[in-house]
């Protein structure tokens, strides 16, 4: 983990921004980094993840705190958390949004496509500025997308885990696909720093710490 401090330095028409910052401060896709602009009077920072690659640092994920412009400049402390693994042996990749913008999982587009790996991005509502080999379904088609993949990335909101739970259950066997992962967004206010608890997820009857031990977690142990 490193501190260190970044610029604004570009916005996008989809709501990313160009962050730059050192190259050992670059988050994978699925972690994330601590930001505070210097300037800001709120007591927190807000953890910031992976979109796009980008000349000097990478384009962060919407949303992010609105009153952050170009030249804003940020305190930053990270990466931090596990993010995605795509395994090497993968062919069939979904990318599926449950309940948000998929931005936190636009990352894993150029790594599955550089592999050769047909991808499917699974979101409402549609989105536009896709590379052509990635196809866009919605989310009613979810049930025969994961039946069709062998490697599932998702994410959902903690509250929304029971809702995810019966939708996996109701339509598409978990066993029959071969990984999933899944991003599961929930308030951390600490940053691991604490262990304030705040953004415990129940893991095999336990409770790990999404901070820390996720944001991205096997799914098969999230659902047992």
């Known amino acids: 983990m490193h501190t260190s401090t970044g610029q604004l330095t570009q916005?996008?028409?989809e709501g990313s921004a160009q962050l730059d910052c050192p190259p050992n401060l670059i988050p994978t896709?699925?972690?994330?980094?601590?930001?505070?602009?210097?300037?800001?009077?709120?007591?927190?920072?807000?953890?910031?993840?992976?979109?796009?690659?980008?000349?000097?640092?990478?384009?962060?994920?919407?949303?992010?705190p609105s009153n952050w412009t170009i030249g804003s400049k940020l305190t930053l402390r990270g990466p931090l958390g596990h993010g995605f693994s795509i395994?090497?042996?993968?062919?069939?990749?979904?990318?599926?949004?449950?309940?948000?913008?998929?931005?936190?999982?636009?990352?894993?587009?150029?790594?599955?496509?550089?592999?050769?790996m047909e991808t499917v991005?699974?979101?409402?509502?549609?989105?536009?500025?896709?590379?052509e080999d990635v196809e866009v379904q919605p989310l009613q088609a979810l049930g025969e997308i994961c039946k069709w993949a062998d490697f599932i990335?998702?994410?959902v909101a903690r509250e929304n885990l029971n809702q995810l739970k019966e939708v996996i259950f109701g339509q598409w066997q978990l066993s029959a696909v071969r990984e999933a992962q899944v991003l599961i967004?929930?308030?951390?206010?600490?940053?691991?720093?604490?262990?304030?608890?705040?953004?415990?997820?129940?893991?095999?009857?336990?409770?790990?710490?999404?901070?820390?031990d996720g944001p991205v977690f096997v799914l098969k142990d999230v659902l047992k």
Not at 121 to 131: H, R
């Open 11 to 13: 916005m996008y028409l």
């Open 29 to 64: 896709p699925g972690q994330y980094l601590y930001a505070h602009a210097i300037a800001s009077d709120s007591p927190l920072p807000v953890p910031v993840y992976f979109y796009d690659s980008a000349p000097q640092g990478f384009r962060i994920a919407p949303p992010y």
């Open 87 to 116: 395994p090497v042996t993968s062919r069939k990749v979904a990318l599926v949004a449950f309940d948000d913008s998929p931005a936190r999982l636009h990352g894993l587009i150029p790594l599955a496509l550089k592999n050769e």
């Open 121 to 131: 991005l699974v979101c409402n509502p549609p989105v536009g500025d896709m590379p």
């Open 153 to 155: 990335a998702l994410d």
């Open 185 to 212: 967004r929930t308030p951390m206010p600490c940053g691991g720093l604490a262990e304030c608890g705040v953004c415990a997820v129940g893991i095999h009857h336990d409770w790990q710490m999404a901070c820390k």
